[in-house]
């Protein structure tokens, strides 16, 4: 006699966190292949098979979206920072060479979807008060990383502040193919180790 063919099994109902990781990676999808224009709530659940009320619940606004994902590249790029200064030595020139590569790297690694969705997002409110928050986190980090190399063993404000506006600016220039990888990671490095051996 032949044996019924197994049941299939329930579907495993998703946390929200498990939701909401599933929605962003549906979203990341989406504006890869098709840009930040064709990114709605609606064509966010159809892509990710869920209804629209669920898309809504998660992110309210199709601006709510795009900041939850420069949040979720922003949490990468923490990843990588704490990663690569925890693997580097304990010198300046090393801890330099850390902070520049990854940010350099982090940029790359979303390619052009990261500038596209800071074009989106230009002059909300959402977009000021995450990537505000992002700003101050690595700033809080560089002087942590770089406070016990600098005259006084702290970095001035003024001088993080302008490694990461190098930083930002150079990563930009990789991106859109203005300046070679290599050579603005060294740029930076440079940047950074004259500004703490500057002192204030």
């Known amino acids: 006699m032949p044996s019924r063919p197994a049941a299939p099994e329930p579907r ?19 504006v890869g292949e098709e840009g ?12 990710a098979g869920v209804t629209k009320p669920l898309a809504y619940d998660h992110f309210e606004t199709r601006n709510g979206l ?8 922003d949490h990468k790029q923490t990843v990588v920072f704490d990663e690569r200064i925890g693997s580097a030595k304990a010198r300046l020139k090393d801890r330099a060479h850390a902070i520049a590569s990854g ?30 928050c992002y700003q101050q986190d690595f700033i809080d ?5 770089l ?20 930083a930002e600016t150079l990563s930009e220039a990789v991106a ?18 004259a500004i703490v051996k500057r002192g204030s």
């Open 12 to 30: 495993r109902r998703l946390t929200r966190e498990q939701r909401a990781r599933q929605l962003l990676d549906a979203a990341w999808a989406l």
């Open 147 to 166: 406070g016990p190399f600098a005259v006084g063993e702290a970095v001035p404000a003024t001088g993080l502040w302008a490694i990461l506006g190098a």
């Open 103 to 132: 940010y350099i790297d982090c940029v790359l690694s979303q390619g052009s979807e990261i500038q596209d969705i800071l074009a989106a997002l230009a002059g909300s409110p959402e977009l000021r008060a995450v990537r505000r």
């Open 176 to 193: 859109a193919g203005a300046v070679e990888h290599t050579a603005a990671e060294a740029e930076l490095e440079r940047v950074i180790v």
């Open 36 to 47: 930040t224009d064709a990114l709605t709530l609606a064509r966010l659940a159809e892509a």
């Open 141 to 145: 980090k560089c002087a942590q990383w």
């Open 66 to 73: 795009l900041a939850a994902l420069y949040a979720d590249y």
